[in-house]
């Protein structure tokens, strides 16, 4: 059973930095793309950021390139989202995600079948 967990939210002022981690666990992790989305209170929940399984291409929202940095690591079953420049309107429960066929990435929710629980991230002004 796929299982992913995510740690590393919390309370920071706008323009600090914060990095979320998600260990995934319950198969090959590097045959999958990880996706990192968002949930304001009240809204949709959104895309953030992609990583595909092997040769690492990255993709982001416009709300946070040049901002946030997706990573990976297959040795660890880690992706990683560092988070640089934080705004108010980043305030959201993060999540990671991943698909389950391999070789599948996307930019939508729906295109992602596994879920963390989601950590909170909170930025005051």
């Known amino acids: 059973?796929?299982?992913?967990?995510?740690?590393?939210?919390g309370l920071v002022q706008a323009g600090g930095s914060l990095r979320l981690s998600c260990l995934a666990s319950g198969r090959t992790f590097s045959n999958y793309a990880?996706?990192?989305f968002r949930q304001a209170s009240g809204k949709e929940r959104e895309f953030v950021a992609?990583?595909?399984?092997?040769?690492?291409?990255?993709f982001y929202a416009n709300s946070v390139k040049g901002r946030f940095t997706i990573s990976r690591d297959n040795a660890k079953n880690t992706v990683s989202l560092q988070m640089n420049s934080l705004k108010p309107e980043d305030t959201a429960v993060y999540f990671c995600a991943t698909p389950r066929s391999p070789w599948s990435w996307g930019t939508s929710p729906t295109e992602y079948d596994y879920w963390g629980q989601g950590t909170q991230v909170t930025v005051s002004s």
Not at 50 to 58: G, L, S
Request: no cysteine; charged share 15%; aromatic share 14%.
């Open 1 to 9: 059973q796929v299982q992913l967990v995510e740690s590393g939210g």
């Open 50 to 58: 992609a990583i595909r399984w092997n040769d690492y291409v990255t």
């Open 34 to 36: 990880m996706g990192w």
